[in-house]
């Protein structure tokens, strides 16, 4: 073999590992987000009576001893909002985009036909209180920039256990860049659902299999439970925790170093387990 189809063997060999190598975290840092159960969207209720990413729910996830996750994003004049959706007409029943009203505005809607309304992202910080642990996803938008640092301002004032994760890896390149401390999660999917979304194939399959790593380098992985790609397995295998969302069954603890769940009440924690 001559030696220069040797080297681009090599290099088609190493390849995949520089697109979806991880970043390097400490024990320390991803402790507290280790093999424990986090409530998606807050403890809320499959009737709605507890709406997600409402106060209630974030308060009984707390109570429960549950770690959380929540999605944040701005009202068009920027402040952080929890809110899940780009629009309102699922949980607020209002056809317009969050980011079209401002917080005074939103105040005037209910969640799911409840008393409960779109909370500040500091009125769920202060209702935590650093008890449990937050997953925080950061929903991508029109102002990326302005949200990645009014949320991290928001982070570096909270004597609690935080990371941040989203969909969108240039996201989660600013919080590698911006804050290299604060544990950063790439969200994923299988690319079917890309396509469904109506991304192209090519986008579809470059972010089913975490190949954006390379800008983002994010610690850990949170994959949709399902088969995972061979590119994401690899991510893990060279060091990115293995989270999963969103779980509607205690099995998907196996394999697994954390969990997104809805709908059931699993333990606190879980004894890590191989999956099968």
């Known amino acids: 073999m001559k030696l220069k189809t040797f080297l681009t063997l090599c290099a088609a060999a190493a390849l995949p590992v520089v697109l979806t190598a991880p970043g390097k975290a400490d024990e320390k840092t991803k402790a507290p987000f280790m093999l424990r159960n986090f409530a998606h969207r807050g403890l809320h209720s499959r009737d709605k009576t507890v709406p997600e990413n409402s106060l209630t729910a974030f308060r009984l996830a707390v109570e429960h001893g549950y770690g959380m996750e929540l999605d ?35 105040q005037q809607l209910r969640l799911c036909g409840t008393e409960e309304r779109i909370p500040l992202f500091t009125d769920v910080l202060e209702t935590v209180g650093g008890r449990t642990p937050i997953i925080c996803e950061l929903k991508t938008g029109r102002r990326n920039r302005e949200l990645c640092e009014k949320t991290l301002w928001h982070i570096r004032g909270y004597k ?8 969108d890896p240039t996201i989660v390149a600013w919080f590698r860049k911006n804050a290299p401390d604060i544990l950063r999660g790439q969200l994923a999917m299988p690319m079917q659902s890309y396509l469904d979304d109506g991304r192209s194939p090519a986008v579809g399959f470059a972010l089913s299999n975490t190949l954006a790593n390379v800008i983002a380098r994010p610690q850990f992985i949170s994959y949709k439970i399902a088969p995972q790609p061979f590119l994401v397995r690899l991510s893990e295998k ?12 205690p099995e998907s603890e196996k394999g697994r170093d954390a969990v997104i769940f809805e709908f059931y009440e699993p333990g606190i924690t879980y004894e890590r387990q191989e999956a099968k």
């Open 160 to 167: 609690g256990d935080i990371c941040i994760e989203s969909f």
């Open 238 to 249: 060279l060091g990115a925790m293995n989270v999963g969302w969103t779980s509607h069954d």
């Open 72 to 106: 944040v994003q701005l009202s068009r004049d920027g402040k952080v909002v929890v809110f899940h959706d780009d629009d309102l007409k699922r949980v607020c029943g209002l056809d317009a985009r969050v980011d079209e009203l401002t917080f005074d505005e939103l």
